[in-house]
C-alpha cells in the first residue's frame, strides 16, 4: 500500500466526499477516485460503498481507517525525527472561539510568531459541536473547548482552566447591588450570542427550568456586540469574566451578584488516539502554560 492513496483513503473517509477531498487534498476529482480504486485493487475489496451521490465506509474500509491514520501520523512522526534538531515546523489547523481567539490567545500568537516562525497556525472560529465534529473527521488538529463536560466521545482533551462567567448589565440596573436569585432574572431583558454557545445554552437552561413560558434572548452575532447592547442598557448577558475585565475595571459594566450554578471548562482537544506531532504538543505545552499564568 502506498502512502500516498491511504492520505488519500483518510481524507475520503473523513470527509465522505470524493469532491471535497480533492479539493483539500488539491487534486482533480478523477484522481482521488482512480487512487481509491488503486487501492482497494491493491487489497482485493471495496473500501466504500457508493450509494448515488453519497458514499459510506464498507466493513473493510471501517477496519482499514484505524491503521490508515497510524501509518500516516507514524510518517509524520518519522519525518520529523529524521529532521532532528531542527526547529518545530508544520500547520496546525486550531478550532477556537471568539471568546479565546480575542481575549487570551493573541499572547500565544505571539509567541509562536517570534519563536517558531515555521510553525503555522490557522485558526478556525467554530462552537461546540462543530468543533467536536471537526476533530473526529480530522479537519482540525486540535480544537479549544469551553464546555461543562470533560468527556467527548472519539476525543481526548485536556482541562486548562475553570472559565468564571459573568452577569452583566449597565450601570444602574434595577438588580445591582442586590443579591439575585435565579428567579429574578426570567422575567429581566436578556442578551446572548448564537445558540450553541455553551454559557448561553446552559443559562437558557437554567431560566427556562424556573420559567412558565421559555425565556427568549436578544441575539449578537458577537461577543463585541452583545458588551455594546449590555452597556447601553438592553439588558442583562452572561459572559466570559475574561472578555469583560475591561468593561468592569472602568466601569461601563457592573457584575451583577449572581453565581451560575454550573462551571465551564476551557479544554484542549484533538480526535482520540491521534499521535500529536511536535509542533502540536508544543502549542499544547504552551497554552498550557499561557491559560495558568492568566489566573
Given at each position: ?51 448515488g ?29 529524521v ?42 472560529t ?27 466521545v ?30 429574578d432574572l ?100 504552551q ?9
Open positions: 500500500m502506498e502512502l500516498r492513496l491511504l492520505v488519500t483513503f483518510e481524507k475520503v473517509a473523513t470527509v465522505l466526499s470524493f469532491t471535497r477531498a480533492a479539493a483539500e487534498l488539491k487534486y482533480a476529482q478523477s484522481s482521488v477516485t482512480s487512487q481509491i480504486r488503486a487501492l482497494e485493487s491493491s487489497l482485493g475489496t471495496e473500501l466504500f460503498d457508493r450509494l451521490s453519497h458514499i459510506r465506509l464498507t466493513e473493510a474500509g471501517e477496519r482499514l481507517l484505524p491503521y490508515a491514520r497510524q501509518i500516516i501520523e507514524l510518517s509524520e512522526e518519522a519525518r520529523a525525527a529532521a532532528g534538531a531542527r526547529e518545530p515546523a508544520g500547520t496546525l489547523a486550531v478550532g477556537t472561539m471568539e471568546s479565546l481567539t480575542s481575549y487570551r490567545l493573541p499572547p500565544l500568537l505571539e509567541f509562536f510568531h517570534h519563536r517558531y516562525p515555521g510553525v503555522r497556525l490557522s485558526l478556525r467554530t462552537i461546540g459541536d462543530e468543533t467536536r465534529q471537526a476533530l473526529r473527521q480530522g479537519t482540525y488538529d486540535v480544537g479549544f473547548l469551553m464546555e461543562e463536560e470533560t468527556e467527548h472519539g476525543l481526548e482533551s485536556e482541562e486548562l482552566a475553570v472559565e468564571p462567567l459573568a452577569l452583566v448589565a449597565a450601570p444602574g440596573h434595577p438588580l445591582s447591588g442586590k443579591a439575585v436569585v435565579t428567579a426570567t422575567d429581566q431583558p436578556l442578551l446572548a450570542t448564537e445558540p450553541g454557545c455553551a454559557y448561553r445554552d446552559l443559562f437558557e437552561r437554567e431560566l427556562n427550568s424556573l420559567s412558565p413560558d421559555p425565556v427568549s434572548f436578544m441575539e449578537f452575532g458577537t461577543i463585541e456586540a452583545t458588551k455594546r447592547a449590555a452597556a447601553a442598557g438592553l439588558g442583562m448577558a452572561l459572559l466570559p469574566e475574561v472578555t469583560v475585565a475591561a468593561e468592569l475595571a472602568e466601569g461601563s459594566l457592573l457584575r451583577l451578584r449572581w453565581e451560575p450554578p454550573f462551571t465551564l471548562r476551557t479544554q484542549l482537544a484533538w480526535r482520540a488516539g491521534k499521535r500529536l506531532p511536535a509542533h502540536a504538543r508544543l502549542f499544547l505545552e497554552a498550557r502554560k499561557l491559560v495558568a499564568e492568566q489566573g
